[in-house]
């Protein structure tokens, strides 16, 4: 069984639709991170959550919230989808004092209309 | 200027040749340095950290030059499995050790028959 998972891996939406991306880990890590991948800008953070109380903006959270509801789970919302947030969503976690090696769910593709 | 620049190709090359791959970062204070593969539609997966003094793993060579402020990729005999993205990763300066990595956008490979 894979050690990051992501529901659902394929999605299509529809402008101002409310969307939930779901990240489950059976690593055991307490760190856990959202990105999204366009075309030609690479992965780009979202947010990230060091524990279950922590929880941080990264680089481009406008229009994206997120709630860490266990240490294992970690979700993505878009409260009001835009046709701009289509992209590829990933999941990572690390373990707290690595090297900062990330492990990476296997990514969700999102269109939204 | 990007935090992280590398040339995205394509690089094409025949089976069995040396291929090498540079990336550029901006912040001097970075420690901790990356390369990760991906492949087409799927997660990114680290392929090997690289350290001041250089490192290898079987066919691949790493190398990080911090007066230049770059890292380099080396595939030695590359096979057809090599084909994929190599996405150079930076991590946070000092000693944060903030998990946060900064992803560039990927040098894309095709080793060809």
């Known amino acids: 069984d894979a050690d990051v998972t992501q529901t659902p891996r394929n999605r299509i939406t529809k402008t101002g639709k409310r969307i939930m991306l779901e990240c489950s880990q059976t690593k055991g890590h307490d760190r856990m991170y959202w990105y999204r991948q366009d075309p030609g800008l690479g992965l780009r953070l979202i947010y990230y959550s060091f524990d279950v109380k922590d929880i941080n903006k990264g680089e481009i959270s406008d229009g994206y919230s997120v709630s860490r509801q266990a240490q294992a789970k970690f979700s993505l919302s878009l409260e009001s989808a835009i046709p701009n947030q289509t992209a590829l969503y990933f999941c990572?976690?690390?373990?707290?004092?690595?090297?900062?090696?990330?492990?990476f769910g296997p990514g969700t593709r999102l269109t939204v209309l | 200027r990007k935090e992280v620049e590398q040339d995205p190709g394509p690089f094409n090359v025949p089976e069995g040749a040396t291929v090498a791959f540079n990336c550029t970062y901006s912040n001097s204070a970075s420690q901790s340095f990356f390369w990760y593969r991906q492949d087409c539609r799927k997660e990114p997966k680290l392929l090997m950290s690289?350290?001041?003094s250089g490192n290898e793993d079987g066919r691949f060579t790493a190398q990080l030059n911090r007066a230049s402020q770059y890292i380099s990729l080396l595939i030695r005999d590359s096979k057809l499995s090599d084909s994929a993205t190599y996405l150079c990763?930076?991590?946070?300066?000092?000693?944060?050790?903030?998990?946060?990595?900064?992803f560039g956008q990927g040098t894309t490979l095709q080793v060809k028959p």
């Open positions: 990763v930076v991590g946070p300066p000092g000693s944060s050790n903030t998990g946060k990595l900064i």
């Open positions: 990572a976690t690390s373990d707290w004092g690595s090297t900062d090696t990330q492990y």
């Open positions: 690289v350290y001041s």
